[in-house]
């Protein structure tokens, strides 16, 4: 019985060193001196630079220079695409790097921003122009030409013969407003085509473009001349040299600046 007592207490002593020993290696304690993990790096950012980045990328076209591409593509040369290319690919490996710290990933989204910016800034426009077939477009002009030229303008059709077509002025300055800008589609503002100078004559005055731009008038203001008190002479109506063109009515003048603006 006394060695059987012996060997219990010898087992129990060895069981109690070895619990104690667990705790103190094992188990979270007040003498447990190790630190705790940093927190995972914030990536939030990093990942929308990319995505930017990648939508950049994606939409400009590599070229030499541009004459390859039409003017509603950007595109930039390949030596700059590839050194764009080589700052996403570094991103993306910092983004999928699970061991990258804050600073890390801090480090990629300003060196990546930078690269974008750069890469933006070298961007330009295509050059090439596809050649557009504008003869019914030509011959919808002349036709509207030949129709104004046949309109007369008046407020009741009292005055015109019936053989004669009329409207009233506002309807007629409308239409020549549209047929005048029919004659540049797709452009967003019409650019009056330059014209070696013109004459028109209304009822009772005339007006002239001359070869420099400057509009001139003369005859009577009651009948829709331009110039003040009216004149038997030509009188220069004011500074400007961008005069493109100008039609007299019957009791009207209309003019068109080269900007399209009357």
């Not at 006394?2 to 290696?25: N, Y």
């Not at 979270?28 to 630079?49: F, G, K, M, Q």
Request: glycine share 8%; proline share 4%; aromatic share 6%.
């Amino acid at each position: 019985m006394k060695t059987k007592r012996t060997l219990w207490r010898a087992v129990g002593a060895a069981a109690i060193i070895a619990l104690i020993g667990f705790g103190v290696a094992g188990c979270d304690s007040p003498t447990n001196n190790h630190a705790p993990a940093p927190p995972p790096a914030d990536r939030t950012e990093l990942a929308a630079a990319i995505a930017a980045a990648e939508a950049l990328l994606a939409a400009t076209r590599e070229s030499a220079n541009g004459s390859d591409l039409p003017t509603t593509e950007y595109w930039t040369t390949a030596q700059v695409r590839d050194t764009f290319a080589a700052a996403l690919v570094a991103a993306l490996d910092v983004y999928e790097d699970d061991d990258a710290t804050q600073d890390d990933v801090d480090d990629a989204i300003e060196t990546l921003t930078a690269a974008h910016a750069v890469f933006y800034e070298s961007r330009e426009r295509g050059t090439f122009v596809t050649a557009v077939d504008r003869t019914a477009l030509g011959d919808a002009i002349t036709a509207a030409d030949a129709l104004l030229e046949a309109t007369r303008e008046s407020a009741d059709g009292d005055e015109v013969p019936v053989t004669a077509r009329w409207t009233n002025a506002a309807t007629l300055a409308a239409a020549h407003g549209i047929f005048y800008a029919a004659r540049l589609p797709g452009a967003r503002r019409w650019q009056a085509p330059a014209l070696p100078g013109m004459v028109s004559a209304g009822l009772g005055h005339a007006v002239a473009i001359r070869e420099d731009g400057s509009l001139w008038g003369w005859g009577s203001v009651d009948s829709g001349g331009i110039t003040s008190g009216g004149s038997t002479t030509p009188q220069r109506v004011d500074d400007a040299y961008d005069w493109a063109h100008v039609s007299a009515g019957q009791n009207h003048t209309m003019a068109i600046r080269a900007d399209g603006s009357l």
